[in-house]
């Protein structure tokens, strides 16, 4: 019996050298200057990510074409930098991954996008991953995406108007927050949770729908210190929709 855990565990380490991606996995980055779009590819769950450092780049989701490119592949690149194209599947090496995510950070603070187009297979959208993109004026948002993270659409202030999934079921810290231009909202009844300053200051916001859902829904606020009123510093409650002008509900 001893032998056999032996051999087992020779048998385990020989494969761990010879097949690492089998083991452990392994991510590779892929650049398809095409699409001009850069992406990681996880080869043992098959699937690809937007961006390329999911944790800390920024602007990592464009792949920038060369500075001597003949003129019109930069005009080509400007077009598609103002109106992506995000495709469902993308070819490395002979094999076909699905696009399953947009990666945190992945567009961050680019000033230039005007739409964005993401495909069905999108089933998440990471932190900050529109942070500050003041010019985008059309998204849309998958059905299998069910969790708006932290801060994903802080400052895209020329959206006028988002339709959200019918099986969102969190809207997280900050996910809307400084949307100027955002006029209306409709949030599915799938949803239940609401976090912090979720939709702050989103000034042009009138009309706000909740649909009936099955379950409570849980809505955050955070408490602060506002200014001193006589000597007294006035305890300021900031909601999930502070300073958000809403007259239709």
């Keep these: 019996m001893r032998d056999k855990h032996l051999l087992t565990t020779v048998l385990f380490f020989a494969l761990l050298v010879i097949k690492p991606n089998l083991i452990c996995g392994e991510t590779v980055l892929f650049s398809d200057m095409n699409l001009h779009l850069n992406f990681t590819i996880d080869l043992s769950l098959r699937e690809a990510t937007v961006g390329t450092d999911l944790a800390t ?9 060369e500075h001597n490119d003949p003129y019109w592949e930069q005009q080509q690149f400007e077009y598609f930098w103002h109106n992506i194209v995000i495709p469902s599947t993308i070819v490395y090496e002979g094999n076909t991954y699905p696009v399953t995510r947009i990666g945190r950070n992945a567009f961050y603070t680019e000033t230039g996008i005007y739409t964005i187009s993401l495909p069905e297979t999108i089933e998440s959208i990471g932190k ?22 932290s801060g994903t659409f802080v400052l895209c202030s020329s959206l006028t108007s988002l339709s959200l999934p019918t099986g969102i079921t969190t809207i997280q810290d900050q996910a809307f927050s400084d949307c100027y231009g955002l006029e209306e909202i409709n949030i599915p009844g ?10 702050k200051w989103c000034r042009s916001l009138r009309k706000l729908t909740i649909e009936d859902g099955t379950s409570t829904l849980q809505c955050e606020y955070t408490r602060g210190l506002g200014i001193e009123y006589q000597g007294i510093d006035e305890p300021k409650y900031r909601g999930l929709f502070a300073d958000c002008p809403i007259k239709e509900l």
């Design 190 to 199: 799938t949803c239940t949770y609401i976090g912090e300053e979720a939709f």
């Design 128 to 149: 900050y991953a529109f942070y500050f993109c003041v010019n985008l004026q059309s998204i849309n948002i998958p059905d299998n995406v069910t969790i708006i993270e």
């Design 57 to 65: 780049d920024h602007s990592n989701a464009l792949a920038y074409p």
